[in-house]
């Protein structure tokens, strides 16, 4: 094999997100010489496309909301099954990265008296999210990217180099976290312009990848979301939970087809908007669950009272969590009282005032025009669910982001699991990653600080990575009966778009048994025909290529997802089955692990590639599980955990 450049740093940072930027910052100013690196631009990433806002109990637009508030609301958007020790730090450290954000410059809206103003969203019982209007997380990555290149200047005055403690790699993508002895030694990458590989040693990596979306045909994700972190967690020996549950938005465009799945921001029915089927009528008044019928008004009068005067008022059910509205638009489409594009209707326009509307969602205001040519101060638009987010990810330590198995691994934002068990509340993946991403980066910097004997990648491990990047080039020369199979090269576009298609279709919104068994098979298919994923021309930024090496990733999380739902036989949160329609407080504390099956896939590419186990949840907190009603908590724990 060639010779690889290699560099020798203290913590790889893999994402150049929320997550990893904010990961990176704390890593550098715990003194460690921290390398980003990142497959798109620097400051392209999904957090540069967050609208609504920033979940943080700050109070500033209503004194009752308080950190144990925001731990009740996600713990009861999630049904129960997050991590409870991630939802606690979780909603205690939230107001102070906030804070936070802006000594380090962040312009965020203000309320009448000069306090960062908060808005409502699904499942918050207070207006918690600090915004700034539709673009909030523009101006977060802004921020992170202002403070890292403050941090430059300061290393360039001190080291005479920009990027002595802290430099970013962007447009490279990294294709395997190498180990050496059972531990962490570094990443292997190539750099999407040139093709050519590198490897950054170093005895902590972060894993700040983001999510999966690009597995579906219908997302709201970009082409970066293909699952990386996930996969390179896994093959690295990590295990990832609660992969069942992906988050369907209940409001993305549906028309035209060319920009089918993009989101429609929540922030349009926190600040008003309702939801309407062809008939005129406000379902969402017909689908309020059990579970949360004390919480919701009952009629439309008191929940447009609501947001003049929250005290004395319920919320409208068009801010229940996104699963439940995501599940009843879906329903009414099904009913045939849908849109003429197959969504419903998300009226604004005879709500607010039209300057009203363009001062407060201006992106939405644009996104229309320009897209649809729909005026959304005039008429309503039209919105379906899309695929969004997922819940799951790299098990890792609460306190820490360490992954589970793996010394020297960290994972932190969407790539990791746990904090939103079975469904996310809006806003809460923005704090998320600034919480879990300065606890990663700070984490790792203490691991690579100790770290004496420093592991370096051997080369057999480097030979194997650059060897398994470089198939898609000889795809056409595997012969029949070779271990990889023999039969034409296959192109990657196709193989993507079958298996957008088979995930929409067959693991999409509503699930059932027979459907996700389909999945497997035809996942199957798409593993052993991926092995002979092909292309040509040369590495000089070749897509087809970069596809081709995303594909084993997609294939990867594709499965987890399959296995996991077909195993839980029960709805909650992102995860809603046909055949089993209800939740069942019996599975309220058992988590789904997926592992690599080690070996399995080289042999036959048409096993499964993963082993999935069942796991018990950590009990929760007697004094988090005393902020909670008994009549509630009845709704969700399992009989033992009541007794106890
Ligand atoms: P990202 O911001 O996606 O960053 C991932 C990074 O990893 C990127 O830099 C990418 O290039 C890099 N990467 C991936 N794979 C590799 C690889 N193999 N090698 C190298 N680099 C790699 N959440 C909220 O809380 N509030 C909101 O208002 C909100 N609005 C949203 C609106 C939209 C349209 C979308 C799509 C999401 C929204 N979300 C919102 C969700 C939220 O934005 C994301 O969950 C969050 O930004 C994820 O952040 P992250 O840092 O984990 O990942």
Not at 150 to 159: I, K, P, Y
Not at 359 to 379: G, N, W
Not at 526 to 533: G, Q
Request: aromatic content about 6%; hydrophobic content about 40%; proline content about 5%.
């Amino acid at each position: 094999m060639a010779h690889v450049d290699r560099q020798a740093w203290d913590v790889v940072v893999v994402g150049a997100g929320g997550a990893g930027l904010r990961a990176a910052i704390e890593a550098r100013e715990a003194g460690m010489r921290t390398a980003v690196i990142c497959k798109s631009l620097f400051g392209k990433a999904h957090t540069v496309m967050a609208e609504g806002g920033i979940a943080a109990s700050m109070g500033n637009v209503n004194e009752g909301d308080n950190w144990q508030v925001h731990f009740r609301d996600t713990m009861r958007g999630g049904k129960f099954l997050n991590h409870w020790r991630m939802a606690e730090l979780h909603a205690r450290e939230a107001p102070d990265r906030v804070w936070e954000l802006e000594t380090w410059g962040a312009l965020f809206d203000r309320t009448p008296d000069g306090r960062i103003s908060q808005r409502n969203f699904g499942g918050h019982e207070y207006p918690r999210l600090a915004h700034v209007g539709d673009r909030t997380g523009l101006e977060l990555i802004r921020t992170l990217q202002q403070k890292i290149v403050s941090l430059q200047q300061a290393d360039e005055r001190e080291f005479g180099a920009y990027d002595a403690r802290l430099k970013v790699f962007q447009e490279c993508t990294v294709t395997r976290v190498l180990k050496e002895e059972g531990k962490v030694a570094g990443a292997f990458c190539y750099e999407r312009e040139s093709g050519r590989f590198f490897v950054l040693e170093a005895p902590a990596v972060v894993l700040a990848t983001g999510g999966i979306g690009k597995s579906f045909k219908v997302t709201s994700n970009s082409w970066e979301y293909t699952g990386d972190g996930h996969a390179l967690a896994l093959l690295a020996g990590a295990s990832l939970i609660n992969m069942e549950f992906v988050q369907f938005h209940p409001t993305g465009m549906v028309w035209p087809p060319s920009v089918k799945g993009i989101l429609v921001t929540e922030s349009v029915r926190g600040d008003g908007g309702v939801l309407r089927n062809s008939e005129g009528r406000r379902f969402m008044f017909d689908y309020i669950p059990d579970v949360f019928k004390e919480k919701y008004a009952q009629t439309e009068a008191e929940g447009d009272r609501w947001y003049e005067d929250p005290d004395n008022n319920r919320r409208p059910p068009e801010l229940l969590p996104r699963d439940e509205v995501a599940r009843a638009i879906n329903a009414e489409v099904k009913a045939g009282r849908g849109s003429p594009h197959g969504g419903v209707f998300l009226d604004v326009s005879t709500r607010m005032p039209a300057e009203v509307i363009k001062r407060r969602l201006p992106s939405m205001h644009h996104q229309f025009k320009e897209l649809a040519d729909v005026d959304i101060t005039a008429e309503p638009m039209e919105v379906g669910p899309t695929c969004h987010y997922v819940m799951g990810g790299v098990e890792v330590d609460p306190d820490t982001a360490a992954a589970n198995g793996v010394p020297g691994l960290f994972a932190a934002g969407e790539v990791a699991g746990g904090m939103h068990g079975s469904n996310r509340l809006g806003g809460n993946s923005l704090s998320d990653l600034l919480v879990f991403g300065r606890r990663a980066g700070l984490h790792a910097a203490e691991y690579a600080a100790a770290a004496t004997a420093r592991p370096v990648p051997g080369e057999r491990e480097v030979d194997a990575a650059e060897a398994e990047a470089l198939r898609p080039f000889s795809a056409e020369d595997e012969q029949p009966g070779a271990v990889h199979d023999g039969g034409p090269a296959e192109n990657p576009y196709t193989l993507h778009q079958e298996l957008q298609q088979a995930m929409n279709d067959l693991v999409g919104i509503i699930r059932r048994e027979g459907e996700m068994a389909e999945a497997l098979k035809r996942l199957a298919g798409l593993r052993v025909r991926a092995r002979r994923a092909g292309v040509e021309g040369h590495r000089q930024y070749n897509p087809g290529w970069h596809l081709a090496i995303d594909l084993r990733n997609m294939l990867l999380v594709s499965e987890c997802v399959a296995r996991a739902a077909l195993e839980r036989e029960e709805s909650r949160g992102g995860h809603t089955r046909d055949d089993h329609p209800a939740m069942d407080r019996r599975w309220r504390n058992i988590n789904l692990v997926c592992e690599l099956a080690d070996g399995r896939t080289e042999a036959d590419p048409a096993l499964g590639q993963i082993r999935l186990s069942r796991r018990e949840t950590p009990p929760i907190r007697p004094d988090l599980l005393g902020l909670f009603a008994k009549e509630e908590l009845v709704k969700y724990l399992t009989d033992e955990e009541l007794s106890r």
